[in-house]
């Protein structure tokens, strides 16, 4: 059956584009490494990831730049319009104004400011702080994300290389009962069979027909759903080409090695750890409030006046001037406890980073043992499916052999069929699932295990 199998392998990619519309007969075809960086480029998850990135150079410019003076330009020119109806005598009574008519005059100034803080109680030091841990907890999110992406984006085209394997085992079972057919339509022709065996071995054929059917639609699902896990666009059409990845037996795996391991450079670890970095900065930020504030600022101010309009947009003028510099000391006395609440607030907010960087802990060695229990379970299905394809596949062999010479009836030969085609298909999805099994381990470890990884 394997030899026919590998006859067959090279007819599923046929297969699958002869049922496919006429304009998608030419589709691309995907490596792992293909539908990795499809996904690095379209996945929108990873892509929302990547894009607070930005967010790192601009919070650190903004952070530097608190240690440089605020400066501020102002520029101004008005006109004013007078007509007074009524004016008022030497006694200060209202009398009609002798001389009624619109009084004009105008002016404009400008005037230059800076003001800088001396000291702030290291207050912008830990505001830098807070930012460049804040960057590299995006950074490590990036990576977190990025490794789930890779992990989900790897086990779906697995996926799809499980459903052509399942594919080109129906259609190697569909030949050979073809094959069973025309012995059986023989066995008749020389009346040692008989015509229930041969309707029986047709009923077979068109059941088997059904499904290969029903694989390649198993096939196809599975390729939609890799696209969704690559973000591929509409008219990004594609198949996959691939093999699932050997099985090695994980008894040389070190689980306290791997529990350090995934301790130390999981990104999730990282993370929190920037996370704490960032509440740390913040705290001792807010506490610097307490402390005094000395600031430098100066002043520079310039005017013009005249009637009618001829101060109006009038720079630079001379006619007036005025300049100063101040040097301030601001002590919090008292601050309607608000400080203490900002301090309170971020004392819970560091207390929460750390409580949840040791729950953090707690679960990435819980998955650690747990997913590599699964992976040693997984080889373990996966050393006996394939022994017992083996086996089923001798006893198909001699029941072929035996129904050939009409030593073995048409029933058991169906029995022992039925049988090896199971025991195949149940020695596919055990590779398959030790494949996930060791990309779900290698995910929480945050690197490949020894002697190579499906992520890459």
Known sequence: MRRREALFRRCVLAVVLATAPLEAQEPRVLSLEDALELARQNNPVLRQAINELELTPAGMRAAWGAFLPNLSLSLGTNVNLNRRLQAEDFFGNPIANPNVEWVTASSSSQSVSAQIDLFEGGARFHQRGAERARGISRERRVEAEMTATWARVAESFYQTIRHSYLLELELAILEGKRVDLESTRRLFELAIGTRVDVLGAELQVQQQERAV?????????????????????????????????????????????????????????????????????????????????????????????????????????????????????????????????????????????????????????????????????????????????????????????????????????????????????????ARYDFAVARIALEQVVGGPLDGGTPLP
């Open 213 to 429: 059917r029903q694989a390649e639609n198993e096939y196809a699902k599975a390729v939609l759903a890799l696209r969704a896990e690559t973000g591929a666009t509409d008219g990004d059409d594609f198949t996959t080409r691939g093999t699932l990845p050997e099985p090695f037996d994980p008894v040389a795996l070190d689980e306290a090695g791997l529990i350090g391991r995934a301790l130390e450079q999981s990104p999730v670890i990282l993370q929190n750890r920037a996370e704490m970095d960032v509440g740390r900065a913040s705290l001792s930020a807010v506490r610097s409030a307490r402390l005094p504030t000395i600031s430098l600022s100066t002043f520079f101010f310039q005017d013009a006046y005249g009637p009618e309009y001829k101060a109006a947009f009038k720079p630079f003028s001379s006619d007036s001037r005025y300049a100063s510099a101040r040097l301030s000391l601001s002590i919090p006395v008292f601050t309607g406890f608000s400080t203490e609440r900002n301090i309170a607030e971020a004392q819970v907010q560091l207390a929460n980073a750390e409580e949840q960087m040791r729950q953090t802990r707690l679960e990435t060695e819980r998955d650690v043992r747990s997913r590599l229990i699964d992976l040693r379970g997984a080889w373990d299905s996966y050393r006996l499916a394939e022994r017992s394809s083996e086996i089923a596949e001798e006893r198909l062999r001699l029941a072929r052999e035996g129904y050939r010479l009409t030593t073995v009836t048409f029933s058991d030969l169906q029995l022992a069929i039925e049988g090896a085609a199971n025991e195949r298909r149940t020695a596919i999805n």
